[in-house]
């Protein structure tokens, strides 16, 4: 399945989605998407995005607690949801939306493993 197929189906789930990506843990995107209308732009979400993954996991190991494997934040205008996809790699969606639905984030747990396996 290829990356534009991930998302068309990840999309076809949710209402509101202005952009998704795959990203490496030094920031750099590997692939995009996003409306033209709006949302943020990918690849800077990504390099911050990146940044956050790495001090979640530091605080993780910190406190003894199991590494995470989604972390969603966000306020009035919009929600950040990220998939951790291997040691090296995440998914992430924008949405209007406060939180995922069952079906979206099936579908990005999906994702990610396909991902994991052609990354």
């Known amino acids: 399945m290829s990356f534009e197929e991930l998302v068309e ?16 843990f030094d920031g750099l995107i590997i692939a995009k998407w996003s409306q ?4 943020p732009d990918p690849s800077s979400l990504a390099a911050e995005l990146s940044f956050i993954l790495k001090e ?13 494997e ?3 934040f966000g306020g009035r205008e919009g929600f ?3 998939t951790v996809v291997g040691e090296e790699y995440f998914l992430f ?20 493993e396909l991902l994991r396996e052609i990354l």
């Not at 189906?9 to 998704?20: A, L, N, Q, W």
């Not at 924008?94 to 939180?99: F, I, L, M, N, Y």
């Not at 995922?100 to 999906?110: A, D, E, I, V, W």
């Open 70 to 72: 989604e972390i969603s």
């Open 93 to 112: 969606a924008v949405t209007s939306e406060g939180r995922l639905t069952g079906k979206t984030r099936f579908y990005m747990k999906h994702a990610g």
């Open 80 to 82: 950040v949801h990220v």
């Open 36 to 39: 033209q209308e709006e949302g």
């Open 56 to 68: 979640v996991k530091r605080v993780c190991e910190d406190l003894g607690l199991p590494p995470s």
């Open 9 to 24: 189906k990840i999309r076809e789930s949710e209402r509101g989605i202005s952009c998704i990506g795959v990203s490496a």
